[in-house]
C-alpha cells in the first residue's frame, strides 16, 4: 500500500495536525494510500533519548532517528512540518512540563560535574538546537512561491511599511576577528579521518574531536570567532546606539547554531549590561548567569539567591543599564520581553525582513515604531541586509502587486554547512593552537587561539555539492530565469564551492547542455543587488546559495514577496529517490498557541501542510504509478487556491475564519473538485455525496466550530499535550467529524 509519513511536531502545526490529520487520511484513504505519523517533537525527542532509563509504559520511540534511515530509500515520502529549535530556556521548560506529567527525567545541568550529569546533558544537547533537520535534509531545497499564492499576493497585497530616505536603521558588522575573516578551507584528497586538537603554549594536546570521517573531495572548513574581537566590537555598537539615539537590536540564529550563537548571545547581554557585569559578575558567573539563556534566565536566576538584599541590588542594576544605555527592540512591549530576554526570541532570518517590512524599524518600550541599529556579529551574510536596507532607503517599500520572485536552491543534504550547530563547535577552554590533522598527522588547518575564543568546523560533502548544481540548473532550464550562485570568492569556504560548481557546469553527464541559460556566480551583496533590481522590475531570479544563506534568503523574499514564508513549497528531492516535503518556514508560532489557550482561537495558516500534501501525491504517482493520486492532488491544488481566492485562510481575531474553519472549506472544496472531476468516474461518485452533505451542513459546522470562541481552552499540556483534550478542542464540530470519519470508513 502506497505510504505518506506525516510528522508531528509542536505548538501551532501540531494542534493544526489534530484538526487537518483527519481529513488527509479520509481523501488519501480513497487512493488507497495510506498516512502514517512519527512524533518528531521536542517532547518526543527528550523521551526518546531517555528510553533507556524510562519504564516500558512511558517509552516512546526515536521516530527521527528512523525518519533519518527512510530518507536514505527509494520510496520515501515525508511531510515535515515546522518543529521547535530548542534554545535552552525552551528546553528546560519541555522537561519540567514531563516531569510534572510524572516521566522521571533529570533536571538539565548547566554546570555537568559528575558522570551522571554529564550523561544527561549529552543526551539533552543532542536533542538542543536544529536537531531535525540535518537528520531529514539527505537531498537539497528546491523552495519557491506556487503561482497561485503569487497571484494572490499580488492582488490582495500585505502591509509594507512607507521608508524615509533619512532613516538611521543599519547593520552593524565586525571587520576583523569573526567567522568570515578567519576562515580556512580545504578540499580533502581521498578517503581519510581528522582529528581536531588544542595545542597549549606548553605543547600539552586536548583532543576535542576524536575521528572525524571526511570522503574523497569533501569540502571541510575551520573558522575561530575571537571573544576579544567581539566584545570590542559590542561594546562600540551599544554606545552608537545611544549615541544615533536609535534602538539597539541582536540578531542571531540560537536554535539553528546552537552551539555558537548561545555563547556569542551571551556576549551581547554582558555588553549591553556592562556596568553590571562589572560590578556583580562574580556573583552571577559563578552561578552560571552569563546571559547565554537570556536576561529572563539571569532574572529568575536572581530567585534562587540566598541573599535577597544582594539580588535586589542587581535587579536594580538591571534597571539602571536600562535607564542609562540605549533604547532597546522589543519583542514584546506590553509585556515589557526586550531583544535580550531569551535567545530564540529573536531569530536573525524572521527578525530582519520583519524589520525591513516595518519601515525599517523596530518596536521599543512605548510600544513605538523606532530607526534600529541591527547588531549581526559575524559578518559571513550580514551584508545581504545592508544591500536591502541601503536599497529601501534609496528606492521606498518593495510593492508586493508588482514585484518579481525569488525562489531559492539551498545546498543542505547530508549536513552541508552544519555551521555552529553540533560536535565541531567549541567554546576554546585556554590559550594555544587548534589544528586539524588528517590520518597521516598533517596539519590541514590551525587557528591561534586564546580562552573563550569560539572554534567551529564543517563539511560539505562532494555528492551533495553535486547534487545541488545539477538541481539549479533543472531549475534555470524549466523556468527560463537566471540563476545566480551567491558565493563569495574573497572567503575560503566559497572559493572551493566555486571551483566545484565550475566544474559541475562543465560536466554535460551531469547538467546537461548550459547553452542558452543565463548562470552567473556572484558575492552575497553583489548577487542580493542584482536581485532587488530584478524584483522590483517583476522580473524572477533563481537564487542558489549555501545552507545558512538558504535559511536567510527563503525567509526574506517571501516575507516581502508574500507578508509570510510559511505560505512557500519546499521541496527536498532525496538523493536516494524519495521526497521530503516541508510545510514552508514559518516556524512553530509559539504565540498563536498562547492565543488558543486564552481565546480558543488557532490563527496558524495550514497552506504550506496543503501545498506540501499535493506535491506529496504526486511523488506517489512517479513511485507507485498509482493513478488516483495524481487526481487528488489536482483537485487539492484547485481547492487551495479557492480559498485563497475567496479569502477563507484564518483571520487573526476570534468572530472569523481560523484554522479550523479553513480545514472545514478545505474538504469542502476538495470533495467538489473531486466530485466535479471526469478522469476517475469512481473517485467522483464517493465524493459527490461527500461534497453535497459539506455544503448542505455548512451552517451547523460553523456554529459548532465558533461556539467557543472566546473562553480559555485546556490542552492538558504545552510541549506534551493531552491527545483526548487536544483533539476535543481542535475537532469541535461532530457534525463534520461525522462527515470526514464516514469518508475514512468506507
Known amino acids: 500500500m502506497a505510504k505518506i509519513i506525516y510528522t508531528r511536531t509542536d505548538e501551532a502545526p501540531l494542534l493544526a495536525t489534530y484538526s487537518l490529520l483527519p481529513v488527509i487520511e479520509a481523501f488519501a484513504g480513497t487512493a488507497g494510500v495510506e498516512v502514517e505519523t512519527r512524533d518528531i517533537s521536542l517532547a518526543a525527542r527528550i523521551l526518546a533519548a531517555f528510553d533507556d532509563l524510562l519504564p516500558a509504559e512511558q517509552r516512546v520511540d526515536d521516530a527521527l532517528a528512523e525518519l533519518g534511515e527512510i530518507t536514505k530509500t527509494p520510496d520515501a515520502n515525508i511531510i515535515k512540518l515546522p518543529n521547535i529549535s530548542a534554545s535552552v530556556p525552551q528546553l528546560k521548560a519541555a522537561i519540567a512540563e514531563l516531569q510534572a506529567d510524572g516521566y522521571a527525567l533529570p533536571n538539565f545541568p548547566d554546570e555537568p560535574a559528575t558522570d551522571e550529569e554529564k550523561d544527561a546533558r549529552a543526551r539533552y544537547d543532542s536533542v538542543k538546537g536544529s536537531a531535525v533537520n540535518p537528520v531529514l535534509r539527505e537531498g537539497n531545497s528546491d523552495r519557491r512561491a506556487p503561482q497561485a499564492v503569487k497571484n494572490f ?164 542594576a538591571f534597571d539602571k543599564g536600562f535607564a542609562e544605555g540605549p533604547s532597546i527592540a522589543m519583542v514584546n512591549s506590553d509585556k515589557g520581553i526586550t531583544n535580550l530576554h531569551v535567545p530564540s526570541d529573536v531569530i536573525v532570518d524572521a527578525s530582519m525582513p520583519a524589520m525591513i517590512r516595518t519601515s525599517g524599524h523596530m518596536w521599543n518600550k512605548d510600544n513605538q515604531e523606532q530607526d534600529a541599529l541591527a547588531v549581526l556579529p559575524d559578518s559571513s551574510y550580514a551584508g545581504v541586509y545592508q544591500v536591502v536596507l541601503d536599497d529601501c532607503r534609496k528606492n521606498g517599500a518593495f510593492d508586493p502587486t508588482t514585484m518579481g520572485t525569488v525562489p531559492n536552491v539551498g545546498l543542505m543534504a547530508q549536513k552541508a554547512e552544519e555551521y555552529g550547530s553540533h560536535d565541531k563547535t ?146 527536498v528531492p532525496l538523493i536516494a529517490g524519495g521526497g521530503l516535503f516541508e510545510t514552508g518556514a514559518g516556524g512553530s508560532a509559539p504565540k498563536h498557541v498562547q492565543q488558543l489557550i486564552e481565546e480558543d482561537y488557532l490563527r496558524w495558516d495550514s497552506l504550506g501542510e496543503f501545498l506540501a500534501l499535493a506535491e506529496s501525491l504526486r511523488k506517489l504517482a512517479e513511485t507507485d504509478n498509482n493513478p488516483r493520486t495524481p487526481v487528488l492532488a489536482d483537485a487539492l491544488d484547485k481547492a487551495t487556491e479557492k480559498i485563497l481566492n475567496e479569502d477563507k485562510s484564518p483571520a487573526r481575531k476570534i468572530g472569523e475564519i481560523d484554522n479550523r474553519g479553513s480545514h472545514y472549506y478545505l474538504a469542502a472544496y476538495w470533495a467538489r473538485n473531486l466530485a466535479e472531476q471526469t478522469e476517475d468516474p469512481a473517485l467522483a461518485e464517493i465524493f459527490a455525496p461527500v461534497a453535497d452533505e459539506l455544503e448542505e451542513k455548512f451552517e451547523t459546522i460553523k456554529v459548532e466550530m465558533r461556539g467557543g470562541q472566546g473562553e480559555p481552552v485546556d490542552l492538558g499540556g504545552y510541549y506534551w499535550p493531552n491527545d483526548e483534550k487536544t483533539t476535543k478542542v481542535m475537532r469541535p464540530s461532530q457534525t463534520f467529524n461525522a462527515v470526514i470519519d464516514g469518508l475514512a470508513a468506507r
Not at 536567510?552 to 514564508?565: A, Q, R
Open 426 to 571: 567549541f567554546k576554546i577552554p585556554s590559550d594555544g593552537t587548534v589544528e586539524v590533522v588528517n590520518a597521516a598527522g598533517e596539519v590541514l588547518m590551525s587557528h591561534t587561539v586564546a580562552t573563550g575564543d569560539i572554534w567551529r568546523a564543517c563539511q560539505a560533502k562532494d555528492i551533495p555539492v553535486r547534487d545541488w548544481v545539477k538541481l539549479a540548473v533543472n531549475r534555470a532550464r524549466s523556468t527560463g530565469w537566471p540563476a545566480i550562485f551567491w558565493l563569495d570568492a574573497t572567503r575560503a569556504h566559497d572559493r572551493n564551492i566555486i571551483t566545484k560548481v565550475e566544474e559541475c557546469l562543465k560536466d554535460a553527464d551531469l547538467v546537461g547542455s548550459t547553452e542558452g541559460l543565463d548562470i552567473r556566480i556572484l558575492s552575497p551583496e553583489e548577487a542580493c543587488q542584482v536581485s532587488i533590481d530584478r524584483i522590483r522590475a517583476g522580473e524572477n531570479t533563481i537564487s542558489v546559495s549555501g545552507n545558512v544563506l538558504r535559511d536567510y534568503l527563503t525567509d526574506l523574499f517571501p516575507i516581502m514577496e508574500l507578508g509570510t514564508s510559511a505560505k512557500m513549497l519546499s521541496i
Open 153 to 316: 499576493a499580488r492582488k490582495h497585497p500585505h502591509t509594507m511599511g512607507a521608508w524615509d530616505k533619512d532613516s538611521r536603521t543599519n547593520v552593524a558588522t565586525m571587520t576583523e576577528g569573526d567567522f568570515r575573516h578567519n576562515e580556512k578551507s580545504v578540499i580533502i584528497d581521498g578517503d581519510d579521518t581528522l582529528q581536531i586538537r588544542l595545542v597549549a603554549a606548553d605543547g600539552t594536546v586536548t583532543v576535542l574531536k576524536e575521528s572525524l570521517p571526511v570522503l574523497d573531495k569533501e569540502i571541510v572548513d575551520a573558522t575561530v570567532l575571537h571573544a576579544a574581537a567581539l566584545d570590542g566590537f559590542l561594546a562600540a555598537q551599544v554606545a552608537r546606539a545611544k549615541e544615533e539615539g536609535i534602538l539597539f537590536s541582536a540578531h542571531l540564529k540560537a536554535t539553528m547554531m546552537k552551539v555558537s550563537d548561545p555563547i556569542i548571545f551571551g556576549h551581547v547581554v554582558r555588553a549591553y549590561f556592562a556596568d553590571v557585569f562589572a560590578q556583580y559578575g562574580d556573583e552571577l558567573l559563578s552561578r552560571g548567569l552569563n546571559g547565554e539563556n537570556g536576561l529572563a534566565a539571569i532574572l529568575s536566576g536572581l530567585d534562587e539567591f540566598e541573599d535577597q538584599k544582594l539580588a535586589a541590588e542587581i535587579r536594580a
